[in-house]
């Protein structure tokens, strides 16, 4: 088994041949001094000096250490931020990290997860964190081992992998741990299975190049029969002349039998009862939405489209989509490439529903990216007070939705439709739409008149509105 050999300082004499004992009297205290302010600011000022192979190696090392040190110190950062412990049911103070570290409710979760463990039950793996004894990739992953533990069994288990974590590269450090769970946790194979099946969830995670990775867990058992199936109709699917390779035709498969459920035309949950393909929260089909201008439609321009829920794809990947799918115009701010359109009723029409979801088409708190068809539409101001208009509606997931009525933060919608979020704690953060389509490249450019719904007295960007670009709406799947 490889094993890392404990850092050892630089003898004088290394570097005394070539005449330099004073740096190789630096480089040595690099090794012997606790991280902090003061080896930080000692491995930048030998970051950009000219060192010897082995001075450099010396300093990564040191940056490994310094780096521990800091992610220690951001621990206590968010525990101050967050609490020790939930400080209501909800833990709203979550959000507050969420936004502070711009990121998403789950990973603002795992993050306070880990940073309460450390602070708390298993501050002997903190305190190596900060001596720069362990990285914080190992760190992490003893929290998410010990996570289902009581405390005395967690603290066991970082009893017998602490000390020669400084020695092992992570996959040794990761089954360490494995190995001292098993020893220290009484609880039978069957619980342990429940605990883990408990956790099963699926993942969308973008990818490069119009590609996402769609990560699973689930029960083996279950896996097994989402194998068979998925492989079967990939069988099932292949026809002369089909070249698509067996891993293809299967992910194709999977792609096929989600689709088939969505338009209510194949087999699965609800089918045969005569209740049709599913609808959204705001009375829809649920569709697949691309977004792309009028002139890359028709060939003139190449701007990217945008796919709700991924980001920017290629012209040439929307203009394939855009030939088989079913389309609606939406009326765009001539400056920003914000969609714009009032109603007397608390709740929205049709057509206002879908301006809004365009304009937003995620939930507009902080971080958070749950699809605006499965969210709430949030009037900024309450109702009858505030209007229910464009001007005046958002999307907000039932949990952000929450949060604004019971948690203490307040919600301000300006002008450009850019909302402006305020914490209990007093930061401000924006929350801005995206362009759905290209913004006039002159900002001075002034468009003809045109008449809008809306009748409050401004486009978002103070301007009247110009032409729209295109929403491609594929009602009917295949998408």
């Not at 525990?79 to 959000?95: F, L, N």
């Not at 099963?200 to 199936?229: K, S």
Request: glycine share 8%; hydrophobic share 40%.
């Amino acid at each position: 088994m490889f094993e890392m050999t404990k850092p050892q300082p630089i003898a004088p004499g290394v570097f005394s041949l070539v005449g330099d004992v004073a740096m190789a009297s630096r480089l040595s205290w690099l090794d012997k001094t606790d991280p902090g302010p003061a080896l930080i600011t000692e491995l930048d000022n030998l970051s950009g000096g000219d060192l010897p192979p082995a001075g450099l190696v010396h300093v990564l090392r040191g940056w490994e250490r310094a780096e521990a040190w800091l992610a220690a110190r951001k621990q206590t950062a968010i525990v101050a931020v967050a609490g020790a412990q939930p400080r209501d049911a909800d833990d709203w103070a979550r959000e507050e990290v969420a936004a502070c570290l711009r990121l998403s409710p789950g990973s603002a979760r795992n993050r306070v997860r880990v940073a309460r463990q450390l602070c708390g039950r298993l501050a002997a793996t903190h305190a190596a964190l900060l001596r720069g004894q362990v990285t914080v990739w190992q760190a992490i992953t003893l929290t998410d081992a010990v996570a289902p533990l009581p405390d005395g069994a967690a603290r066991a288990v970082q009893t017998r992998v602490l000390p020669r974590a400084h020695l092992q590269t992570l996959p040794q450090f990761r089954a360490s741990v494995r190995r001292a769970v098993i020893a220290v946790d009484p609880r039978t194979a069957q619980e342990r299975h429940l605990d883990a099946a408990a956790g099963r969830c699926v993942d969308v995670v973008a990818g490069e190049d119009g590609t996402a990775t769609v990560y699973m867990t689930v029960p083996a058992a279950d896996a097994a029969v989402i194998d068979l199936a998925c492989h079967t109709l990939a069988r099932e699917m292949r026809t002369p002349g089909d070249t698509r390779t067996l891993p293809q035709r299967t992910a194709d498969a999977l792609t096929e039998l989600c689709r088939r459920y969505l338009t209510g035309t194949g087999t699965g949950v609800g089918a045969g009862t005569g209740r049709g393909a599913p609808r959204t929260a705001h009375g829809r089909p649920f569709t697949v939405d691309i977004t792309i201008d009028l002139a890359t439609l028709a060939g003139l321009a190449d701007h990217p489209a945008h796919l709700a829920g991924y980001g920017p794809i290629t012209p040439d990947v929307a203009r394939d989509i855009a030939r088989t799918s079913l389309w609606r115009w939406v009326l765009t701010d001539p400056t920003t490439g914000a969609a714009l359109d009032c109603t007397t009723a608390h709740d929205p029409g049709q057509h206002l529903t879908d301006i809004v979801i365009a304009r937003h088409p995620t939930c507009t708190a902080a971080g958070c990216h749950k699809p605006a068809v499965n969210c709430d539409l949030d009037h900024t101001v309450p109702y009858p007070a505030g209007p229910t208009c464009e001007c005046n509606l958002a999307p907000l997931c039932r949990r952000h939705h929450r949060m604004k009525h019971e948690a203490g933060w307040t919600l301000q919608h300006l002008p450009d439709h850019t909302l402006r979020w305020t914490t209990p704690a007093g930061a401000v953060y924006y929350v801005t739409p995206p362009a759905i389509g290209p913004p006039h490249p002159d900002p001075d450019y002034e468009p003809p008149a045109l008449t809008r719904r809306c009748a409050h007295p401004k486009t978002p960007s103070g301007r009247t509105a110009r032409s729209a670009p295109v929403i491609i709406k594929d009602d009917e799947p295949p998408f």
